[in-house]
Nanobody, 124 residues
Framework: VQLQASGGGLVQFGDSLRLSCAYR????????LGWFRQAPGKEREFVSR????????AYADSVKGRFTISRDNSKNTVYLQMNNLKPEDTAVYYC??????????????????WGQGTLVTVSS
């Protein structure tokens, strides 16, 4: 399995971005997917997750109401729509996948496959 994240960039406070993550490999539809982010000098933190059928969305409190995760099983792609971006959203964003069930989806160690990361910078 390979994951390729894209869509990052430099934006201003209040702008929007949509991140994409292309999944190459078998059984995309059987993978639980997540987005994490890592700011300079900080630990990688959970942002959002989505279940196998596009249900079971979850978000970190810091992004709830501003970010939306979705997946297109016909395109083997997961998205993260980010609205009303704030400077504190600045980070490298990583997509992640796992075929495992009953995981702690907020724990980065629950995921088996990771994308290379895409940088999002929000200026004030």
């Amino acid at each position: 399995v390979q994951l390729q994240a894209s869509g990052g960039g430099l934006v201003q406070f209040g702008d929007s971005l949509r991140l994409s993550c292309a999944y190459r490999g078998r059984l995309f539809s059987d993978a639980a997917l997540g987005w994490f982010r890592q700011a300079p000098g900080k630990e990688r933190e959970f942002v959002s997750r989505i279940g196998r059928r596009g249900a079971s969305e979850a978000y970190a409190d810091s992004v709830k109401g501003r970010f939306t995760i979705s997946r297109d099983n016909s395109k083997n792609t997961v998205y993260l729509q980010m609205n009303n971006l704030k400077p504190e959203d600045t980070a490298v964003y990583y997509c992640a996948a796992t075929p495992r069930y009953y995981i702690d989806y907020r724990d980065k160690d629950s995921y088996d496959y990771w994308g290379q990361g895409t940088l999002v910078t929000v200026s004030s």
